[in-house]
């Protein structure tokens, strides 16, 4: 398939299980030194593979249609992360709920639950509440993808990279099923995985196969 044949059947297949809905979330690949993203407007359940906007590492719209209002944020993680060939954002349900909580540690908003959380995943940050499209977000957006695969947007939702599609899109959705069981789990004595597990589950994903 087609790098625009990928966005649009995973947008279909997110918008299809309730990841995404109406006209949120966007998807991006990077070919080169050009970006695929999806376009302002677009609903991710009906993209048209050969309609998607294109631009460049800047942010700057090269072709296609109007990108959408946060491909900045897309650009900015593509900048601080040069291994990186995908990148998701998604409004998903219980990701945001977790962004609209008070209390949390902004530095690393999810507990270790599960393994996989912390292999696909691993930290999440929590950034300051921004206005949707604002620019100013993409210098900090930039620092913080230098060192996380994935960060939450406060009463927004997350963005997740990845080294492809496939990757990018197992992140997000591991992220959202842990936010998930940190919201059903709250109240409840929790047993999160210790220092030491998350360091060996770590240094097992560093270890080449």
């Known amino acids: 398939m087609t790098s625009g044949e990928q966005i649009a059947a995973l947008g279909a297949s997110m918008f299809a299980r309730g990841l995404t809905f109406g006209r949120t979330g966007n998807i991006s690949v990077r070919e080169g030194d050009r970006v695929l993203v999806t376009p302002t407007g677009a609903s991710l359940g009906a993209l048209d593979p050969g309609g998607l906007s294109v631009i460049d590492a800047a942010g700057n719209h090269l072709d296609g ?18 291994t990186a060939g995908a990148v998701v954002h998604l409004h998903s349900t219980h990701s945001v709920a977790v962004s609209c909580l008070d209390g949390l540690d902004p530095a690393d908003v999810l507990p270790p639950l599960t393994a996989y959380y912390v292999m696909r995943v691993g930290r999440v940050p929590l950034l300051p509440y921004h206005a949707p499209g604002d620019a100013s977000l993409g210098p900090l957006a930039e620092r913080t993808a230098r060192d996380h695969l994935a960060f939450l947007l406060a009463n927004h939702g997350p963005v997740v990279a990845g080294g492809d599609l496939s990757a990018a899109a197992d992140a997000i959705e591991e992220l959202e099923e842990t936010a998930r069981l940190f919201l059903l789990l709250h109240g409840h004595r929790t047993r999160p995985l210790d220092s030491e597990q998350v360091a060996a589950l770590r240094d097992r994903e560093r270890t080449p196969r």
């Open 65 to 82: 249609p109007k990108p959408s209002k946060e491909a900045f944020l897309h650009a900015a993680v593509y900048r601080a992360r040069p």
